[in-house]
C-alpha cells in the first residue's frame, strides 16, 4: 500500500470518526435530559420498592446522574459504531458479502437490547431478592447506596446483554468458515455444561432461579444452532450454484 492509499485510508477513518463523534454528542445530550426520567423510571420499578438510595459523598448523585446520560449515549450510539466500521470495510467486500453482512449490526443490537431487558426485569428482581432474604437472616440492617445499586445493576444485567448476542456471534464465525453445525454438535455438551455454570453464577442459588436464567441460555445456543446450520447451508448452496 502506497502514501497515497494510506492518505486515503486515514481520510475515510477520520471521517467515520467524525460521524460517530457528532452521534455520540448529540445522544449524550440527550441523555443529559432524559437521565432524571430513566433514574425515576427505574426508582419506581417493582425490584426497587423499599429501597432507599442513600448518597455517602456529595459527588455521587452527580456521578450516577452523568453515568445513566452517559450509558443513554453508548446505547445509541452502538449501532452507528457498527454501520460505520461495515461501511468503511464495504469496498473490500463483494455485493454479496456486503449484503450477507448489514443484517447482522440490527441483529446484534435488538438481541443486546433483549438480553438487557431480560437481565433487569428477570434476574435483577431475583438477585435483589435473594440477597435481601439472606440480609435479614442474618440480623442486617439493609442500608443501600446508590452507587452500589447501580454497580450491582450493571454486573447482572451487561452480562446478560452481552449473552444473549451469542446467535449473531455464531452465524458470523460460520460465515467465515471458522464454525459448522456439525462441530457446533460434538460441543452441544461442553457448552451445555458451560451454560450452567454461567447461569449458575449470575442467578440466586436457588432451583427456580437456575432454571430462570439456564433454560433461556439453553435455548439460545439451540436458536445459534439452528441458525449455524441454516447459514451453513445457504453458504454450501451458494458455492454449489457458483
Not at 468458515?177 to 454438535?185: C, F
Not at 442459588?205 to 439453553?218: G, K, Q
Amino acid at each position: 500500500m502506497d502514501q497515497e492509499d494510506w492518505i486515503l485510508h486515514l481520510t475515510e477513518i477520520r471521517k467515520r470518526l467524525m460521524v460517530v463523534a457528532i452521534w455520540f454528542i448529540a445522544a449524550l445530550s440527550v441523555g443529559l435530559y432524559v437521565s432524571p426520567s430513566i433514574l425515576r423510571y427505574i426508582k419506581n420499578q417493582p425490584s426497587a420498592n423499599g429501597i432507599e438510595w442513600h448518597v455517602f459523598s456529595f459527588t455521587d448523585g452527580l456521578l450516577i446522574y452523568m453515568k445513566c446520560a452517559l450509558l443513554f449515549a453508548l446505547l445509541v450510539v452502538v449501532p452507528i459504531i457498527l454501520y460505520q466500521l461495515w461501511a468503511f470495510i464495504r469496498p473490500g467486500l463483494t455485493e454479496a458479502e456486503a449484503k450477507g453482512t448489514l443484517p447482522y449490526i440490527p441483529a446484534a443490537f435488538a438481541l443486546f437490547l433483549i438480553g438487557a431487558a431480560f437481565g433487569y426485569k428477570v434476574v435483577f428482581p431475583m438477585m435483589l431478592h435473594f440477597m435481601e432474604t439472606m440480609n435479614l437472616s442474618v440480623g442486617a440492617v439493609e442500608t443501600y447506596g446508590i452507587d452500589r445499586y447501580f454497580s450491582f445493576l450493571y454486573e447482572i444485567v451487561f452480562p446478560m446483554a452481552v449473552a444473549f448476542e451469542m446467535p449473531v456471534v455464531l452465524m458470523f464465525l460460520t460465515k467465515l468458515g471458522l464454525l459448522t453445525p456439525e462441530r457446533l454438535k460434538k460441543t452441544r455438551k461442553y457448552a451445555y455444561v458451560g451454560l450452567a455454570i454461567t447461569g449458575s453464577c449470575i442467578s440466586p442459588p436457588d432451583m427456580i432461579s437456575h432454571l430462570s436464567v439456564t433454560v433461556p441460555l439453553f435455548l439460545l445456543f439451540e436458536i445459534s444452532v439452528f441458525v449455524s446450520g441454516k447459514q451453513w447451508r445457504a453458504m454450501r448452496h451458494s458455492a454449489t450454484n457458483g
